[in-house]
């Protein structure tokens, strides 16, 4: 059973259109976190997200934590191709971290 | 600050073998967890280290181990290599125990034939 679902798991668009990508759960966590990887790179930690109701932005990416600290949602605005990557979202629990599958994002120009 | 550096990049191994990663995390940070990365399974958490010590494990079999030295430096075995032991593994470093809040290594690439 996958603690963390992400979804859509496939999403490819075109430059300029706006996407949403889920990341859900049954647990409470205390924080979550998202990074986007590059083929061939390692993840890197875009935003932590900590109080439930939380909205943060990072340029176009915004990121809000749900009320009840179980889901989380990442916005992106007028998407470019340099925002291609896998989305993965990660809490910890019990002393472990664990990832979603993450969401691919292709953006053609 | 140099970030985390794991080396190699990229390993080819034939199966039997054992093979040993090793990952240096950014300087401070004490903690260090491994990863293993395939297409099938995602993300997949395989231990943690903090002050030499494990404090937490996956659920990996016992030929998957690590060590942490006094500078925080970590190294990861894998014995009797199979198969479906390649895959992309990422060390991540952070301060504190315990934080999904960390900071990943470019990964090993391994790959047992």
């Known amino acids: 059973t996958q603690l963390l679902e992400q979804s859509p798991q496939f999403l490819s668009i075109q430059e300029g259109e706006n996407l949403t990508v889920y990341c859900n759960s049954s647990?409470?966590?205390?924080?979550l976190q998202w990074y986007r990887q590059e083929p061939g790179e390692g993840p890197v930690l875009l935003v932590t997200?900590?109080?439930?109701?939380e909205v943060k932005k990072l340029k176009r990416l915004t990121f809000q934590f749900g009320d009840a600290r179980k889901d989380s949602s990442l916005h992106i605005t007028a998407a470019q191709p340099g925002d291609t990557g896998l989305y993965l979202c990660?809490?910890?629990?019990?002393?472990?971290?664990?990832f979603g599958d993450g969401t691919t994002l292709t953006v053609k120009p | 600050k140099a970030g985390v550096t794991q080396t190699p990049r990229y390993l080819i191994k034939t199966r039997g073998q054992q093979v040993t990663l090793s990952c240096s995390p950014i300087?401070?940070?004490?903690?260090v967890s491994w990863y293993q990365q395939t297409p099938g399974q995602g993300l997949q958490f395989l231990f943690e280290?903090?002050?030499?010590?494990?404090?937490n494990k996956g659920n990996f079999p016992g030929r998957f181990s690590g060590r942490q030295f006094s500078n925080s430096r970590s190294e990861m075995n894998v014995s009797t290599l199979e198969l479906g032991d390649s895959a992309l593994y990422l060390c991540?470093?952070?301060?504190?125990?315990?934080?999904?809040?960390?900071?990943f290594g470019q990964g090993t690439r391994l790959t047992v034939v």
């Open positions: 300087s401070g940070h004490r903690s």
């Open positions: 990660a809490g910890g629990l019990a002393g472990k971290s664990t």
């Open positions: 647990s409470v966590f205390s924080s």
């Open positions: 280290y903090f002050s030499e010590t494990q404090r």
């Open positions: 991540a470093s952070s301060y504190l125990q315990g934080n999904t809040e960390a900071f």
């Open positions: 997200v900590v109080t439930g109701g």
